[in-house]
Each structure stands twice: as C-alpha cells, then as structure tokens.
C-alpha cells in the first residue's frame, strides 16, 4: 500500500494550489485521513484532517479559513485546497493515513495516530 501526494510546486503569495493524495493497493474509504507540513528546519506539523466519511473535519489554527480538506472516496483520493497562500505555508507537504481510528465523530491532530504516510510534496510560496 502506498500513498502518493502530488500537487505541490512554486506559488505566489496569495495564490492557490490543491493537493491530491491517491492510495494504491487498498482503498482508503474506511481511513480517516490527515495532512501535515513540515517547514525548513521545523518539526512536523498537523495541517487538516477529515473523516472517513467526509462528516467531520478538523483544522489547524493558522490554515482554518484558507485551506480546504475533502475527500472522493470512489476516486480513492484525498485532496488539501490551499487558497490565499502566505510564504509561512512553505514546507513539504504528507498526507497520512489513520487505519485504526477508534474515534466515533472526530478525527485525530496527533501524527502518532496516522500509521501510513506518503512521501511528500513541496510548496514554495514566495514574496
């Protein structure tokens, strides 16, 4: 099973890009899914997140209002709408999955909950 994020490139500030996440090998319609972002020389961090069944999502407090996390699960893919972009969102991008989700309604923000990750995506944002 493999996790492919594609997408990511050189942007503007204050423009946009999606990011797609595809499984191959298993679908991923019974797995919450996140996305996380790791910056130059920062630590990994919780980007967004959304239920296997689209019904909850979950943000991070500086993408909440500009970033979009949805789902097509007959596509088996998960996608990160990033709109008005800052230079701070520059990082390599992982979308993650939580195989093991014991949560009823809500999705996890902890990287040590998601068990599958894919290999990343880098998004430059410039000035």
Known sequence: VQLQASGGGLVQAGG???LSCA???RTLSSYD??????APG???EFVAAIKWSGGSTSYSDSVKGRFIIS????KNTVYLQMN??????TAVYYCAADQNSRRYLS???SQVDYDLWGQGTLVTVSS
Do not use: H, P, Y
């Open 16 to 18: 946009s890009l999606r």
């Open 23 to 25: 499984a191959s090998g």
């Open 33 to 38: 899914m996140g996305w996380f972002r790791q």
């Open 42 to 44: 920062k630590e990994r």
């Open 71 to 74: 789902r097509d699960n007959a």
């Open 84 to 89: 008005s972009l800052k230079t701070e969102d």
């Open 107 to 109: 999705v996890s923000r």
